[in-house]
């Protein structure tokens, strides 16, 4: 069964700094599509940034990168010029590309912002 | 700018009583999906609707909750009679069907917060 990891419950930067939250993942799949959600204190699930594992160019949207790494099952997301609005639980997600429509969740990466 | 809505947003009742919640998808957006999201439990799939039809409810239980799809424009999911356990944020999301059986990428609504007292 696939899961997805995501190690560090909390994190914390600085205003304009750049941090990088992980998450690794377990699947036998050679194709699938891997996620970042951001959920700010409005509770609000943001899509942050897609990622098809066919793909080698790593995803960029505005400040939010990432770096998959498909040998090693990690895909963790780079946040450049932190902003206090980044303050959120950010979660990684799976999805198979064939045979289901369901989304595997990490548990969360609380990250805060500080001025 | 295409988004998901919901209401209720947020929901107070007491116990036994029913709730029902609405879902508007993205317009040309095919699939469903109802979700739960506690603190004990994180993110749960309660079910999903591809072309208004039922696909998948395992995550739901049975006895007290429902999930329907009137039309293409309109999802919704009831409880009855609630629990005070069913206090949650419910969010539901789209998305389209691009592969057979798949649809890569999902859109969530706001989330309606249940209390249920």
């Known amino acids: 069964a696939q899961t997805v990891t995501q190690s560090q419950p909390e994190m914390s930067v600085q205003e304009a700094e750049t941090v990088t939250l992980s998450c690794t993942y377990d699947?036998?799949?050679?194709?699938?599509?891997l996620f970042w959600y951001k959920q700010p204190p409005s509770r609000q699930m943001i899509l942050v940034i897609r990622?098809?594992?066919?793909?080698?160019q790593n995803a960029t949207e505005n400040r939010f990168s990432v770096n998959f790494q498909k040998a090693a099952k990690s895909f963790s997301l780079k946040i450049s010029d932190s902003q206090l609005g980044d303050a959120a639980m950010y979660f990684c997600?799976?999805?198979?590309?064939?045979?289901?429509?369901?989304?595997?969740f990490g548990t969360g990466t609380r990250l805060q912002v500080f001025p | 700018d295409a988004r998901v809505t919901q209401t209720p947003r947020h929901k107070v009742t007491e116990m036994g009583q029913e709730v029902t919640m609405r879902c508007q998808p993205i317009?040309?957006?095919?699939?469903v999906f109802w979700y739960r999201q506690t603190m004990m439990q994180g993110l749960e799939l309660l079910a999903y609707?591809?072309?208004?039809?039922?696909?998948?409810d395992s995550g739901m239980p049975k006895d007290r909750f429902s999930a329907e799809m009137p039309d293409a424009t309109l999802a919704t999911l009831k409880i009855q009679p609630s629990e005070p356990r069913d206090s949650a944020v419910y969010f539901c999301?789209?998305?389209?069907?691009?592969?057979?059986?798949?649809?890569?990428?999902?859109?969530f609504g706001p989330g309606t917060r249940l209390t249920v007292l």
């Open positions: 999301a789209s998305g389209e069907t691009h592969k057979v059986w798949s649809t890569d990428t999902q859109y």
């Open positions: 699947t036998s799949e050679s194709d699938y599509y």
């Open positions: 990622q098809e594992a066919y793909k080698q």
């Open positions: 997600a799976y999805h198979q590309s064939y045979n289901t429509d369901k989304l595997i």
């Open positions: 317009l040309g957006h095919n699939t």
């Open positions: 609707f591809r072309n208004r039809a039922p696909l998948d």
